[in-house]
């Protein structure tokens, strides 16, 4: 299972952009890159898959350079809400989640 | 919007006893998860179920467990003897689309052994 590397913690402040980034090199063909989100005694949530290159949904974006060694999340605006772990995941569709310990983002007013 | 429910959120056991988490997924999900995260540590996954059998497991998923899809709606995790370091907060999740990795997790049920 391919393992990934991110930073352990992030502060921002409110209103501004957030890009997380996450390295994979041993990214397999098969591997999707996927983003979860975890608030206190909750379960996971997902946020955005790609494959390769770039893609948008409501509330992030996620940039995939051509060689899919790594990965950015960007999250616009952040607000006070969006304090949470972020877990940058590769995986297979349909089997296992391979979570490792994300990253601890702070939105700060 | 659909969602994964779990009961009971809280369970205490004593050391020793059976336990049943109870999990009812997405109505038209078709495979089915359980993780468990101990507070301060990573989610773990503990198995998945597909096509009424399990499709993988982890070293963590040993003859004290079991999983159940007994009526088409309910999905159950079972530990037979449960530890102390068996506390920790259970996940059920599916997904439905294939091609995904999405997967929609419940809000957990905490198990505490005692």
């Known amino acids: 299972l391919a393992k990934t590397t991110q930073p352990i913690s992030m502060d921002s402040y409110e209103g501004q952009e957030v890009n997380i980034t996450c390295s994979h090199n041993n990214i397999a063909t098969n591997d999707y890159i996927t983003w979860y989100q975890q608030f206190p005694s909750q379960g996971p949530r997902f946020i955005i898959q790609g494959y390769k290159t770039k893609v948008t949904n409501e509330v992030a974006s996620l940039f995939i350079p051509a060689d899919r060694k790594s990965s950015t999340l960007s999250l616009p605006r952040v607000s006070l809400s969006d304090t949470a772990v972020y877990y940058c995941?590769?995986?297979?569709?349909?089997?296992?989640?391979?979570f490792g310990s994300g990253t601890q983002l702070t939105v700060l007013p | 919007e659909p969602e994964v429910t779990q009961t009971p959120s809280h369970q205490v056991t004593q050391m020793g006893q059976e336990v049943i988490l109870r999990c009812v997924p997405i109505?038209?999900?078709?495979?089915f998860y359980w993780y468990r995260q101990i507070l301060g540590q990573k989610v773990e996954f503990l198995v998945s179920?597909?096509?009424?059998?399990?499709?993988?497991k982890s070293e963590i998923f040993d003859d004290q467990f079991s999983v159940e899809r007994p009526d088409g709606s309910n999905f159950t995790l079972k530990i037979r003897s449960t530890k102390l370091e068996d506390s920790a907060m259970y996940f059920c999740a599916s997904s439905g689309r294939t091609g995904s990795t999405e997967a929609f997790f419940g809000q957990g049920t905490r198990l505490t052994v005692v």
């Open positions: 179920f597909y096509n009424n059998e399990i499709s993988e």
């Open positions: 109505s038209n999900h078709l495979y």
């Open positions: 995941l590769v995986a297979t569709p349909e089997r296992q989640l391979t």
